[in-house]
């Protein structure tokens, strides 16, 4: 059975980095205004500000597609234009990179992932999601959170690469868009087989899948319609149940399917 569900994020402002024990940042950067609401931080598993020049090791470009450090931010862009034409030749035309593309490799098993990120020069949507291993030893895609400036926000089952006839699926999703040139706090949960993301102003997405609770060896970050995107301030925990005084209500179902 899948039950999803909508709700709307805490009206508090939560300093989440400053009480998670991450290092202090710019006063008007520090306070993330979003909160946990499946699970509580355990361990930093990985942090990044992006203050050095030289880009860490765990972040992975993909598809041709160019990666700087920018004024203390992660900027991604396109492929060149003759890269993506050597792709289509070669009848890639998927991956010739035409919009910024990469992987964080830390593993996203039970994990609270928050970060600040920005899309400009007409890009037109971000994806937050995980893989299962390569297509060649794992089952790829498992899910993701796609944050757009025209078709809303959508969590979503990726179909299972080895399993014949599966599907990708949608499991909840909201009309909120995000607006082009402005900064966003992003938080993706994943608890077993839970998930939850959010946007900075926006809802609260919810959803439960068997798929979900898979291991999960990086972090896919794609995007779409050509443009850049920046991200700043990233921070991946894990994920623990919360406490049984925190626990939230049951999820109201909105969606069931047998």
């Not at 993330?32 to 500000?49: N, T």
């Not at 937050?128 to 899910?143: A, E, L, R």
């Amino acid at each position: 059975m899948i039950t999803t569900s909508v709700t709307m994020p805490p009206r508090i402002l939560f300093s989440f980095l400053l009480l998670t024990g991450a290092a202090a940042l710019d006063a008007d950067e520090s306070k993330s205004d979003l909160a946990p609401v499946i699970s509580r931080p355990g361990e930093l598993v990985f942090e990044d500000d992006f203050d050095k020049t030289e880009i860490r090791p765990e972040w992975k470009p993909l598809h041709g597609t160019r990666w700087t450090i920018v004024g203390g931010k992660l900027q991604g862009e396109p492929s060149t234009k003759e890269y993506r034409q050597a792709q289509i030749a070669k009848g890639n035309r998927r991956h010739s990179g035409g919009t910024p593309s990469s992987r964080l490799l830390v593993p996203g098993d039970d994990c609270i992932v928050l970060l600040r990120f920005k899309l400009t020069n007409g890009l037109g949507g971000a994806h937050f999601g995980f893989n299962d291993g390569s297509f060649k030893s794992g089952t790829g895609h498992v899910c993701r959170f796609t944050a757009t400036t025209r078709k809303g926000l959508t969590l979503q089952k990726d179909k299972n690469a080895k399993l014949s006839g599966d599907a990708d699926e949608t499991l909840a999703a909201n009309e909120f868009n995000l607006k082009p040139d402005t900064w966003y706090w992003m938080m993706l949960e994943v608890l077993g087989d839970q998930i939850a993301a959010q946007v900075s102003g926006g809802p609260v997405l919810k959803a439960r899948h068997p798929r979900i609770d898979l291991p999960k060896d990086q972090i896919n970050l794609p995007t779409r319609g050509g443009g850049v995107i920046l991200y700043d301030h990233v921070r991946v925990w894990n994920a623990l149940p919360m406490a049984a005084a925190k626990l939230a209500p049951p999820i109201k179902p909105t969606i069931e399917k047998l």
